[in-house]
C-alpha cells in the first residue's frame, strides 16, 4: 500500500525537551512538507523540501529543524525553543515536477506538552 | 503577504440543504487552488482547480475558479451528515525555484439530520 505514515499518533513531552516526529511516505514524492495545525484554525507552513538534502522555511518554522536525507523521510524536531508547542502536526508529499499536483497526507501526530 | 481567506468559518444546516462555501485569496505566482474536506484527522483532497470558468465536479460536489476575481467555490448539494467536515482551501504558489500551499483557516460545516 502506498502512503504516508507518521509516528507517533501521540505523543507527551516535558517543557525544555526536543522531541522528533517521523514522517515516511512510499509514494516516490519529490517534495514533503510539515504543517501545523491549532484548533479552529487551518494548516501552517513549517518547512518544506523539493529534494533530497535541501529544505526551506515556511511561516513559522521557529523553533523547529528538519533533515531530508532520503527521499522517503523528513522527520520534524520540536525543539525546545518552540514556545507553544502542543498542536496537531500533519506531514504531506505531492510529485514536485510540473507543479500542479494534488498534496497527500499522512494521519497526523498530535503533541502535547505538559 | 500571500493570504488565502475562506467564509465563512462555520455553517449550520439541515440535511437536504445546498451549501456554498468561498475561497478568495491573494497571492504572488498563483499556480492552483486544492480543496480539501477534513473529518478528523488527515485532510482528503477533492478537486484542484487551474483554469478559470471550468467546473469540477464529483457527486454532489463541484467547484469553480475566477482567476479574475480571485475566488473560487465550493457547492454541496443535498448534504448529508456525513458531509459534515471542516472544508479547507489551499492555493500552491511557486517562489524562487520552489512550490508550497497556502491554506486558508477552513469552513467547518455541521450538517443536520
Known amino acids: ?114 | 503577504e500571500d493570504k488565502v481567506v475562506q467564509s465563512p468559518l462555520s455553517l449550520v444546516v439541515h440535511e437536504g440543504d445546498t451549501v456554498t462555501l468561498n475561497c478568495s485569496y491573494e497571492v504572488t505566482n498563483f499556480r492552483s487552488l486544492l480543496w480539501y474536506k477534513q473529518e478528523k484527522k488527515a485532510p482528503t483532497f477533492l478537486f484542484m482547480l487551474t483554469s478559470s470558468g471550468i467546473e469540477k465536479k464529483s457527486g454532489r460536489l463541484s467547484s469553480i475558479l475566477d482567476k479574475k476575481e480571485l475566488f473560487s467555490i465550493l457547492n454541496i448539494t443535498a448534504t448529508q451528515t456525513g458531509d459534515s467536515a471542516v472544508y479547507l482551501c489551499a492555493v500552491g504558489v511557486s517562489t524562487s525555484g520552489t512550490y508550497k500551499y497556502i491554506f486558508g483557516t477552513g469552513t467547518r460545516l455541521k450538517v443536520l439530520a
Open chain 1, 1 to 114: 500500500d502506498g502512503g504516508i505514515t507518521q509516528s507517533p499518533k501521540y505523543l507527551f513531552r516535558k517543557e525544555g525537551q526536543n522531541v522528533t516526529l517521523s514522517c515516511e511516505q512510499n509514494l516516490n514524492h519529490d517534495a514533503m512538507y510539515w504543517y501545523r495545525q491549532d484548533p479552529g484554525q487551518g494548516l501552517r507552513l513549517i518547512y518544506y523540501s523539493q529534494i533530497v538534502n535541501d529544505f526551506q522555511k515556511g511561516d513559522i518554522a521557529e523553533g523547529y529543524s528538519v533533515s531530508r536525507e532520503k527521499k522517503e523521510s523528513f522527520p520534524l524536531t520540536v525543539t525546545s525553543a518552540q514556545k507553544n508547542p502542543t498542536a496537531f502536526y500533519l506531514c504531506a508529499s505531492s510529485v514536485y515536477r510540473g507543479y500542479n499536483n494534488e498534496q497527500f497526507f499522512g494521519p497526523g501526530t498530535r503533541l502535547t506538552v505538559l
